[in-house]
């Protein structure tokens, strides 16, 4: 066993509260017995007035719950509707401030401090207090809020820092329009004023934001884009946008040429239509690449990929920024795989620098340079740390939180101790959250190690009993259930989707009902899918359907379980050759279930290889897939 780390003095010093921690008041109710009282359902009811920025019915409630047990949270959810209006966007309040102040010196150094000092940023930005924003901004622990980057920059620019400079800062971090707000088109707009960023720079910016519906944003952002008519038009029928394009006369400048093509590659893309390749062509022939947008140039290695114009794929990897590259492992593997198939020696150096990380493409690289995927030692923790983890009071009132299913709160408090642990402390805060049933933090904790782990917390076999005869009666491989598992629900048993799907397997109402008369089980009633068994028979029932239904293969099975039996087939259809597993996974057009994918097969080859002893392989599990004139069938 590997030799105990030491721990700092944060770690010894809980150690010395455990022994009196019931003086302290610390309980460890757990949170699947323990009942909710009047007061937690006034709490909760206030958590959701808060939610929707109610400052009156979260001032109401707030009052009724005097001596509550997290006066914290009761004051937060008081104060925070004050910051916003009821739109959700921060009004520059004056009002609140020394109430926020006093809150933050109250509670300072907590997960809830530093959210509400994040609320208060927003404010500060908003009416341009910049002396007070930079004093509390530089307190900012999380620093995870795109909104309160830009009002940053402007900060920075108002003092006269270099506009270059926050110029690249903003385009490494403006990726993603849903989160631009009103600070960032702003922010854009005055760098552009300051020379921070190029005309064309500004509008790429915006134009990703048009590509992805943020009209007004765009807007702000860059003014005017020459080719939005043409974004638009790509949008709505990128065929017909194609067409248009190659046939008009258009004296505009190449760049702007070059991104119209770049726009309606990528939605013909996602609509996996063969026009979307020539329309990519023509616009790498034009130049301009850095220019597209995170998504235009993403699509364009995966319809690269599908028509396996490796060159295309090198190229185009080539041209991404460092940041988008970098954020995704599978452009170091598929700029491996480019090289591997055009003859250059340099592949393996790609694969290498991700052979090491669990995680889909990991798994692959690991095979592309002929070894086997296996487990790492299993690091197990004493007594003492199970205690010091045991001491943090976060962890109570992360349970507490889960209790009454606020698990955007309960995580908050929970991810918040766990920053700066070191690997054995990890786990220990992982072997807590097994101990009190809070699963989904066990294996969200343990896959925050580095370099010490424990896979049995990672990818934990709860219900095996339940389980097992279910998977040996369907002949189903019951680590992809798992997988499959970990994937949905985290083996959160209550976890609900947006669409109503529900349990351990995320099973649909409508799939629930459908196969529980396939397979007679007469006294289904849709309340039933959140009892442990039902949801295990008629999800794994479902599983086994759609596996054969498409061939046993278990990538587009785990597909259809995501997105729908009808839509793999389509995707198979649509493909003019046979492409590696990978590849289809790849360039599966939903985000969620190109995601879902790799992570449910990635899980599967982990669970396999942890439970049998054997290793597994990725590539045999996610075989080729060939066109194939796509089938209808009645399953739902």
């Not at 809830?112 to 609320?119: G, I, P, S």
């Not at 694969?351 to 592309?368: N, P, R, S, T, W």
């Not at 492409?579 to 899980?603: C, M, Q, S, W």
Request: hydrophobic share 35%; with cysteine.
């Amino acid at each position: 066993m590997p030799q105990k780390k030491r721990f700092n003095v944060k770690y010894l010093y809980l150690l010395a509260l455990l022994i009196g921690s019931s003086a302290l008041g610390l309980s460890r109710a757990d949170p699947k017995t323990s009942d909710l009282t009047a007061k937690d359902q006034i709490f909760m009811d206030l958590r959701e007035a808060s939610r929707k920025n109610d400052a009156l019915r979260s001032g109401q409630l707030a009052n009724q719950l005097n001596g509550y047990d997290m006066p914290d949270y009761v004051e937060y959810f008081r104060l925070k509707p004050k910051l916003y209006d009821s739109a959700g966007k921060a009004n520059g309040s004056y009002e609140i401030d020394a109430d926020v102040e006093s809150f933050l010196n109250k509670y300072k150094g907590s997960g809830l401090a530093d959210r509400l000092r994040n609320d208060w940023l927003l404010a500060l930005g908003k009416r341009k207090d910049w002396q007070l924003f930079d004093r509390e901004y530089s307190q900012f622990v999380l620093d995870d809020d795109t909104q309160v980057k830009c009002y940053s920059y402007m900060s920075r620019l108002s003092k006269g820092e270099s506009p270059k400079l926050l110029g690249n800062l903003a385009k490494a971090n403006l990726l993603d329009p849903r989160y631009f707000g009103e600070s960032c088109p702003e922010a854009v707009q005055l760098l552009m004023l300051r020379g921070g960023l190029t005309r064309s720079e500004g509008l790429s910016l915006g134009r990703t934001a048009l590509e992805m519906g943020f009209d007004t944003v765009a807007k702000r952002m860059g003014g005017e884009d020459p080719i939005t008519d043409i974004v638009r038009n790509a949008k709505t029928n990128p065929s017909n946008a194609y067409r248009t394009l190659e046939q008009m006369d258009w004296r505009s400048s190449i760049e702007n040429k070059s991104l119209a093509w770049g726009v309606i590659g990528q939605f013909l893309a996602k609509k996996l239509d063969p026009l979307a390749i020539e329309a990519y062509r023509k616009q790498h022939a034009l130049g301009g690449s850095q220019l597209l947008s995170p998504e235009s140039v993403e699509w364009k290695i995966r319809v690269a990929l599908r028509e396996k114009d490796w060159r295309l794929v090198k190229e185009s990897i080539e041209t991404m920024s460092e940041v988008i590259r970098n954020r995704d492992p599978a452009w170091t593997y598929w700029y491996g795989r480019a090289l591997k198939e055009l003859g250059d020696p340099r592949a393996n150096d790609s694969f290498m620098a991700i052979a090491g990380q669990y995680h889909f493409y990991g798994q692959l690289a690991l095979e592309e340079l002929g070894r086997t995927i296996s487990i790492p030692p299993k690091i197990t923790v004493t007594d003492i740390d199970a205690k010091i983890t045991k001491s943090l009071p976060a962890f109570d009132k992360a349970a507490k939180l889960y209790q009454m299913n606020l698990r955007t709160e309960g995580n908050r408090e929970w991810n918040w101790e766990l920053r700066g642990m070191s690997d054995q402390e990890l786990i220990a805060a992982a072997e807590y959250g097994k101990k009190i049933g809070l699963i989904d933090r066990a294996v969200n904790t343990a896959d925050r190690t580095k370099a010490e782990h424990n896979f049995y917390l990672r990818y934990p076999t709860p219900y095996i009993e339940k389980l097992q005869p279910i998977t040996q009666k369907l002949h189903l491989d019951m680590y992809w259930v798992y997988g499959l598992i970990r994937q949905e629900s985290r083996f959160v048993m209550v976890a609900k989707s947006h669409v109503g799907a529900s349990g351990l397997m995320q099973v649909m109402p409508a799939t629930g009902k459908y196969v529980a008369k396939k397979i007679g089980m007469n006294d289904y009633r849709p309340e039933k899918l959140s009892e442990l068994q039902t949801n295990l028979v008629l999800g794994s029932n479902y599983l086994s359907m759609v596996l054969n239904d498409l061939d046993g293969s278990w990538g587009l099975a785990s597909a259809a379980y995501n997105a729908g039996p009808g839509r793999p087939k389509q995707w198979r259809q649509s493909l003019t050759k046979t492409v590696d597993g990978a590849i289809y996974a790849e360039t599966i057009p939903f985000n969620e279930t190109r995601t879902y994918v790799k992570n449910v097969l990635a899980n599967a080859v982990f669970y396999g290889t942890l439970y049998t002893g054997k290793a597994q392989s990725l590539k045999e599990k996610l075989g080729t897939v060939r066109p194939t004139q796509a089938v209808s069938s009645n399953l739902p």
